[in-house]
């Protein structure tokens, strides 16, 4: 399934991914063959059968109870942050 | 159990090493200094680890040894050492996932299974080699370095736990964790001819597993015996509040059990699947798929012919399924909390820059088609239509489940490949991946055990595939399997190489 070098944009755009120019083609012939690959699945009849989105049917899902229980410390967890501000991750400027 | 006395340390079994130190016959930092060297001398040329820690592991050894000279009871794993896949964060240690996007990360906690471990009064040795993000089929996707197959320099340990693999089969470690999505606990464990389980869905929490794709990922174990596997299973598995997909069913297998045999055992064969795989299948597998059927039923178990008419779309379903999950996952890299940033202009500017610069081309190409899949106007031909199919491949599983006791199937279409032999066709390594992504997409249990070597001296890996939370059963198969034929015995010729041989 041939994929256009403009699809490439808009989905490495949709995706905040830099794709340098050099390698969109690339990119698109890849993509092509692998959704030329999957497209065998349309041959199927899947008419009238549930999706699976999480293989743990027939369980609740587990809950836990309300209570208050410790969190990451705050200064553990800015500590691997590239760039913060007292108590804050700093980013780029947005407006 | 016994072994003669002389037995190098690093040839001994995880369970002999555990009992020795809780009776006080050997310690545990002469355990772990014995690992340490043996990985000292294998370690740098077989590129496993992507971070040792002699210092802390000896540390927590002496730790161990000071419970036990103050009386204290010492867990399973008293001073056994294991090695862990670098997307499983251990506090304070770093933790990249074979990624640049994570160089320099410390995770600020343990995982869960790493807390289960010391508890278990294990110890960590370091933080072994994958493919990006859990990417990839041979770990020649890590952005750090291509760990070699210990059988043979040339070739790939398989992946994406590659390092995990290798590193128990040169002996560095007796233990490893992995994490299989697709099967990337037990494609590494054939191609280095060790044992690997990926756990049923839902039977290990993945508090601190770095998530890929978590409708099917799970942390499991690589061991050189049915029995350390599932030592190391009794130890990590069970309900963890911080996973809502961690079950209570999920309970330790009593090792006695192991040792009943498997007369009148019903193992499922679904020989349509080695159809599938054509002329991909090499001969030396299919040889080794026959003679496993024939040990089995020589071990007095009956062999059962099953169907999985739907495990042929299983590649298709697992690279839509995937991906998709792996580009939402993957959204958090973007250079604000932890890792590596690219400053470029304003806040969108500085995402795309830190994602370009920071990801490989295999995470960008699955980032790539898994937003295609989820876009708008393709969402219900792929990624919703895969889900679909997913279901009827579950339902296979769980037919021929009901039929047999176990499954019993290849798990790699041939032995280990080059070094460079795949990378420039990702759909040809993903091909590879036809018989470990069904049982993942079903969620049910596999098994990964080494039966044989191929003429050139590579070992052969089968897989058995068990019903959800009975990984004892399986293990129960390899166990009757290993007594007979104990290709886990056997160990490279790089582990006695060099100055002194293996201590």
Redesign the interface.
């Known amino acids: 399934m041939p994929i256009d070098v403009s699809?490439?944009r808009k989905?490495?755009a949709?995706?905040?991914?830099?794709?340098?120019a050099a390698e969109e083609e690339r990119?698109a012939r890849?993509?092509g063959?692998?959704?030329g690959?999957?497209e065998?699945?349309?041959a199927?009849d899947?008419s009238g059968?549930?999706?699976?989105?999480?293989?743990?049917e027939g369980?609740r899902?587990?809950l836990?109870p309300d209570e208050v229980c410790p969190s990451?410390?705050r200064d553990?967890?800015l500590?691997?942050?590239?760039?913060r501000d007292g108590d804050y991750?700093k980013?780029?400027?947005?407006v | 159990m016994s072994a003669p006395a002389n037995r190098p340390v690093v040839l001994e079994s995880a369970e002999t090493l555990a009992a020795s130190v809780r009776s006080g016959a050997r310690s545990a930092v002469e355990i772990t200094r014995a690992f340490l060297a043996q990985a000292d001398r294998t370690a740098a040329k077989l590129e496993t680890y992507l971070h040792r820690m002699p210092d802390r592991a000896l540390q927590d050894a002496e730790a161990i040894d000071r419970k036990r000279a103050a009386g204290e009871a010492l867990g399973n794993l008293a001073g056994v050492p294991i090695a862990i896949k670098d997307n499983i964060c251990v506090r304070g240690v770093p933790t990249t996932c074979g990624s640049k996007i994570l160089e320099?990360?410390?995770p600020?906690?343990d995982a869960h299974v790493i807390e289960r471990l010391r508890a278990a009064d294990a110890v960590v040795i370091g933080k072994t080699n994958c493919d990006e993000f859990a990417m990839g089929s041979s770990t020649e996707n890590s952005a750090y370095r291509i760990t070699k197959n210990p059988w043979a320099l040339d070739r790939v340990p398989g992946g994406s736990s590659g390092g995990s693999a290798a590193t128990v089969a040169a002996c560095e470690a007796p233990l490893s964790l992995g994490s299989d999505t697709g099967g990337s606990v037990r494609q590494p464990a054939a191609f280095c001819g060790v044992y690997g389980l990926k756990p049923t869905?839902?039977a290990v929490s993945r508090y601190g597993l770095v998530a890929f794709a978590s409708?099917l990922d799970q942390i499991g174990p690589f061991a050189r015996s049915a029995r350390d596997t599932a030592l190391v299973q009794n130890v990590i598995c069970g309900?963890d509040?911080r996973d809502?997909?961690?079950?209570a069913e999920a309970r330790p297998i009593d090792l006695e059990t192991l040792e009943e045999g498997i007369s009148g055992l019903r193992v499922g064969v679904p020989r349509s699947i080695l159809d599938e795989a054509g002329d991909g299948l090499a001969p030396s597998v299919r040889a080794a798929f026959e003679a496993a059927i024939s040990a089995l039923e020589r071990a007095g178990a009956r062999i059962v012919d099953v169907a999985l008419p739907?495990a042929k779309?299983a590649?298709?379903?697992y690279?839509?399924i995937a991906p998709a999950e792996a580009?939402s996952n993957l959204?958090r890299y973007?250079?604000?909390?932890?890792?590596?940033?690219r400053?470029d202009?304003?806040?969108?500017?500085?995402?795309?820059?830190t994602?370009?610069?920071g990801?490989g081309r295999e995470v960008?190409?699955r980032?790539?088609?898994g937003?295609?899949a989820l876009?708008a106007g393709y969402y219900d031909?792929?990624y919703?239509?895969?889900?679909?199919?997913?279901?009827?491949i579950?339902k296979d599983f769980l037919d021929a489940l009901a039929a047999s006791d176990a499954l019993l199937l290849p798990i790699t279409p041939t032995p280990a490949f080059k070094i460079g032999e795949k990378t420039d066709d990702?759909?040809a390594m993903?091909l590879s991946d036809i018989f470990s992504i069904p049982a993942s997409l079903?969620?049910v249990p596999a098994l990964s055990f080494p039966v044989s070597f191929d003429a050139s001296g590579l070992p052969i890996g089968l897989q058995l595939v068990g019903r959800p939370f009975d990984e004892g059963t399986m293990l129960k198969v390899a166990r009757a399997y290993e007594k007979e034929h104990d290709a886990a015995s056997r160990v490279p010729a790089i582990v006695t190489a060099g100055e002194g041989g293996a201590r």
Not at chain 1, 91 to 94: D, F, I, L
Not at chain 2, 384 to 392: N, S
């Open positions: 699809v490439v989905i490495a949709l995706a905040r991914l830099r794709i340098e990119y890849e993509l063959s692998i959704l690959f999957v065998q699945l349309q199927l899947v059968i549930e999706p699976t989105s999480q293989v743990t369980a899902p587990a836990r990451d410390a553990e967890a500590a691997g942050a590239p760039e991750f980013v780029p400027q947005v | 320099g990360y410390r600020p906690y869905y839902g409708s309900r509040a809502t997909t961690s079950r739907h779309y590649i298709a379903t690279y839509l580009s959204a973007d250079g604000v909390r932890y890792g590596v940033r400053p202009g304003d806040l969108r500017g500085m995402y795309e820059a994602r370009g610069a990801f960008k190409r980032i790539l088609l937003t295609y876009s031909a792929y919703l239509r895969a889900q679909k199919v997913r279901t009827l579950r990702p759909l993903y079903a969620g």
